[in-house]
């Protein structure tokens, strides 16, 4: 599917290594995202694997999510292959995850599903942004702004995978290209 | 080029690859398991329509091993969506729960049944699937939707990772096993030190690593973000290999010249026992300054240390001796929970030892606590458990509980710090 490029809302702050155990819990995994019940449920319990410090993400009453905006640090995503922790993401509600850095699996898996984007931030924004914070991420100027004082942070370019997300995912990429059929 | 990139040249009719290109590669396995299976299936049939055929149906593996011994009802159904659609596509290489035919770690078990072969290309729904590189193969793991990619064409859009060469040179001491290798390797270059990259081990200590201690090295290179793990085949490789399938391979090897990106050197004679504290697999500390660690479980198992030489490594410390604490010993696979019986040290078999020892009753093969899982999973963490394991990731949360830590050590140090109740380092006892 292919997603706006403006997204606009409050964001869930995170820090380095979120893993793909706090992104999906292994128990969750008997869910089979291509079932649609299965796949909403997996949206509900979208970073359930964080300590219970921090605030509900799919806190919504329907399991969604408040927060369309992620932010993290370095190395995001790490661990296991499940697709289920970008797919949570995205059955949650949330759009784009802007971290400094991305585990290779995960990156992939979010460019593969066209689940959420998966953006490289510039600079370190988890120490410039609270959970919360209202923020605009442009993916087309590169640019995440606060909006509580309009400053504005650059994003790195997608670079070599822009083709596959532009297309909507590796299935929509490989039509596109005629690898397979329409 | 390096092995690497040589494979990845000839999968995708290439002469010359170079790091960064974005080629299709053809896959020469696609494996997939319980957890992973059914959402590649559905994705499958999504795209590719209702009476789609899989591209090749030799070249398809389907291991179930995460959620087997539990009372799930949707687990127990996920089994079911993949026992249908292998009689549907009518897949030969099936090794179905509840049957003889079952197996158990797919990433054990792969290699056992004969279809790791050097020089081709293996993707997997895990992300261990890089533990294959050991047999000189390009392995490494993917999601659902670049799987049910490949289930319908064969192919897969790949960007060639730069290597990095990790020379280990040195005779291993006692007690030294190659999860402290890597774990030593971890450590130094951190969770995100490989990411996008090929871990290539070299060296005489890595030649001196029987087949079994090179998949250890090879299954942890995604802790450190890699895309593969890879070791150059050798004698030991070929006679492995050929002792479990007639498939002909064409082995290749790293150019003397290849450029690679960065070359860490290792005397491993020189290392020690290490652990990784919670909760991140770079956590490194020397097992003997982690002394005064209480534990309250040790859990020895998974495709990390749930090998048939990870067993017989635990039991040569605990042959004769008593565990202080909950043992749990999970063998990988239906062959490894054979050897168990079969495999003696002065005429006492694995098992006896360890049931001698005091250990839990010991589980059949699975992935079982390695990655938490449902609730009724043998060995799960339910509270604030004191873990050290011989598995991957300790993750919080990872083996259940979000209040339990969990150290990984080798089976050495697990053995050791079983029979103390506080971390230990092997040569200690």
Same mark, same amino acid.
């Not at chain 2, 896959?27 to 499958?44: E, M």
């Not at chain 2, 000189?136 to 490949?150: E, K, V």
């Not at chain 2, 774990?183 to 090929?198: E, F, M, N, P, R």
């Not at chain 2, 168990?340 to 079982?368: H, M, N, W, Y």
């Given at each position: 599917?292919?997603?706006?490029?403006?997204?606009?809302?409050?964001?869930?702050?995170?820090?380095?290594?979120?893993?793909?155990?706090?992104?999906?819990?292994?128990?969750?995994?008997?869910?089979?995202?291509?079932?649609?019940?299965?796949?909403?449920?997996?949206?509900?319990?979208?970073?359930?694997?964080?300590?219970?410090?921090?605030?509900?993400?799919?806190?919504?009453?329907?399991?969604?999510?408040?927060?369309?905006?992620?932010?993290?640090?370095?190395?995001?995503?790490?661990?296991?292959?499940?697709?289920?922790?970008?797919?949570?993401?995205?059955?949650?509600?949330?759009?784009?995850?802007?971290?400094?850095?991305?585990?290779?699996?995960?990156?992939?898996?979010?460019?593969?599903?066209?689940?959420?984007?998966?953006?490289?931030?510039?600079?370190?924004?988890?120490?410039?942004?609270?959970?919360?914070?209202?923020?605009?991420?442009?993916?087309?100027?590169?640019?995440?702004?606060?909006?509580?004082?309009?400053?504005?942070?650059?994003?790195?370019?997608?670079?070599?995978?822009?083709?596959?997300?532009?297309?909507?995912?590796?299935?929509?990429?490989?039509?596109?290209?005629?690898?397979?059929?329409? | 080029?390096?092995?690497?990139?040589?494979?990845?040249?000839?999968?995708?009719?290439?002469?010359?690859?170079?790091?960064?290109?974005?080629?299709?590669?053809?896959?020469?396995?696609?494996?997939?398991?319980?957890?992973?299976?059914?959402?590649?299936?559905?994705?499958?049939?999504?795209?590719?329509?209702?009476?789609?055929?899989?591209?090749?149906? @030799?070249?398809?593996? +389907?291991?179930?091993?995460?959620? *087997?011994?539990?009372?799930? !009802?949707? #687990?127990?159904?996920?089994?079911? /969506?993949?026992?249908?659609?292998?009689?549907?596509?009518?897949?030969?290489?099936?090794?179905?729960?509840?049957?003889?035919?079952?197996?158990?770690?797919?990433?054990?078990?792969?290699?056992?049944?004969?279809?790791?072969?050097?020089?081709?290309?293996?993707?997997?729904?895990?992300?261990?699937?890089?533990?294959?590189?050991?047999?000189?193969?390009?392995?490494?793991?993917?999601?659902?939707?670049?799987?049910?990619?490949?289930?319908?064409?064969?192919?897969?859009?790949?960007?060639?990772?730069?290597?990095?060469?990790?020379?280990?040179?040195?005779?291993?001491?006692?007690?030294?096993?190659?999860?402290?290798?890597?774990?030593?390797?971890?450590?130094?270059?951190?969770?995100?030190?490989?990411?996008?990259?090929?871990?290539?081990?070299?060296?005489?200590?890595? @030649?001196?690593?029987? +087949?079994?201690?090179?998949?250890? *090295?090879?299954?942890?290179? !995604?802790? #450190?973000?890699?895309?593969?793990? /890879?070791?150059?085949?050798?004698?030991?490789?070929?006679?492995?290999?050929?002792?479990?399938?007639?498939?002909?391979?064409?082995?290749?090897?790293?150019?003397?010249?290849?450029?690679?990106?960065?070359?860490?050197?290792?005397?491993?004679?020189?290392?020690?026992?290490?652990?990784?504290?919670?909760?991140?697999?770079?956590?490194?500390?020397?097992?003997?300054?982690?002394?005064?660690?209480?534990?309250?479980?040790?859990?020895?198992?998974?495709?990390?240390?749930?090998?048939?030489?990870?067993?017989?490594?635990?039991?040569?410390?605990?042959?004769?001796?008593?565990?202080?604490?909950?043992?749990?010993?999970?063998?990988?696979?239906?062959?490894?929970?054979?050897?168990?019986?079969?495999?003696?040290?002065?005429?006492?078999?694995?098992?006896?030892?360890?049931?001698?020892?005091?250990?839990?009753?010991?589980?059949?093969?699975?992935?079982?606590?390695?990655?938490?899982?449902?609730?009724?999973?043998?060995?799960?963490?339910?509270?604030?458990?004191?873990?050290?394991?011989?598995?991957?990731?300790?993750?919080?949360?990872?083996?259940?509980?979000?209040?339990?830590?969990?150290?990984?050590?080798?089976?050495?140090?697990?053995?050791?710090?079983?029979?103390?109740?506080?971390?230990?380092?092997?040569?200690?006892?």
């Amino acid at each position: 599917m292919s997603k706006a490029k403006l997204i606009r809302g409050p964001v869930y702050v995170l820090e380095d290594n979120i893993d793909t155990d706090l992104l999906i819990p292994a128990c969750y995994l008997n869910l089979v995202p291509t079932i649609p019940e299965e796949y909403k449920k997996l949206g509900s319990y979208a970073l359930a694997g964080l300590p219970d410090s921090f605030p509900k993400f799919a806190s919504n009453p329907d399991g969604s999510t408040p927060y369309p905006i992620v932010i993290g640090g370095r190395n995001f995503g790490c661990g296991s292959s499940r697709e289920h922790a970008p797919i949570a993401l995205g059955a949650a509600g949330a759009s784009v995850v802007v971290a400094q850095s991305y585990a290779r699996i995960f990156f992939r898996n979010c460019v593969a599903t066209g689940e959420v984007f998966p953006i490289e931030s510039e600079t370190r924004l988890c120490k410039e942004f609270k959970t919360g914070d209202e923020a605009e991420v442009n993916i087309e100027a590169n640019t995440v702004t606060r909006l509580s004082d309009g400053k504005i942070f650059p994003l790195k370019p997608i670079g070599a995978v822009a083709p596959v997300i532009d297309a909507g995912g590796m299935f929509a990429y490989a039509r596109a290209i005629g690898m397979i059929k329409k | 080029m390096t092995i690497t990139e040589k494979i990845l040249a000839r999968e995708s009719g290439a002469s010359i690859v170079q790091p960064g290109d974005n080629i299709w590669v053809n896959a020469g396995i696609l494996l997939t398991h319980d957890v992973c299976g059914p959402g590649t299936i559905g994705i499958f049939q999504q795209e590719f329509g209702k009476d789609a055929k899989v591209f090749d149906r @030799e070249k398809i593996v +389907i291991l179930p091993d995460h959620y *087997i011994y539990t009372a799930d !009802v949707k #687990a127990h159904r996920n089994i079911d /969506i993949l026992r249908a659609f292998v009689k549907e596509q009518n897949l030969p290489y099936f090794y179905d729960p509840g049957t003889p035919s079952y197996c158990g770690v797919c990433h054990v078990a792969l290699p056992e049944l004969g279809h790791v072969r050097p020089g081709e290309t293996i993707f997997g729904t895990d992300s261990h699937t890089c533990t294959h590189g050991a047999l000189g193969a390009f392995s490494s793991g993917i999601g659902n939707t670049d799987a049910g990619f490949i289930m319908g064409t064969g192919k897969l859009l790949v960007k060639v990772p730069p290597t990095l060469r990790f020379v280990l040179d040195g005779k291993m001491p006692s007690y030294l096993s190659a999860k402290d290798l890597i774990l030593h390797i971890i450590g130094d270059i951190t969770v995100d030190g490989a990411t996008y990259c090929a871990m290539e081990f070299t060296g005489s200590a890595i @030649e001196a690593l029987s +087949i079994e201690e090179r998949c250890t *090295i090879c299954n942890m290179a !995604v802790e #450190a973000g890699a895309k593969n793990g /890879i070791i150059a085949p050798d004698q030991k490789t070929f006679d492995y290999v050929n002792a479990r399938t007639k498939k002909p391979y064409e082995p290749l090897y790293s150019d003397r010249d290849a450029k690679i990106q960065a070359e860490y050197r290792y005397d491993v004679s020189k290392l020690e026992p290490v652990v990784a504290k919670p909760h991140l697999p770079d956590n490194k500390a020397l097992a003997r300054d982690c002394r005064d660690v209480k534990v309250t479980q040790v859990y020895i198992g998974s495709c990390t240390g749930g090998k048939l030489e990870d067993f017989i490594m635990a039991a040569q410390l605990l042959k004769g001796r008593k565990v202080a604490i909950k043992t749990l010993i999970v063998p990988a696979t239906r062959h490894v929970e054979q050897g168990l019986i079969d495999t003696k040290i002065d005429g006492q078999s694995l098992r006896a030892i360890f049931e001698a020892a005091g250990v839990e009753p010991i589980a059949p093969p699975s992935c079982a606590a390695c990655l938490g899982g449902p609730i009724d999973t043998f060995g799960r963490t339910h509270g604030n458990e004191v873990v050290v394991s011989t598995t991957n990731r300790n993750f919080i949360g990872r083996m259940g509980s979000k209040d339990s830590q969990v150290y990984l050590a080798s089976p050495y140090t697990a053995a050791a710090t079983a029979i103390k109740g506080t971390i230990t380092d092997p040569r200690d006892l």
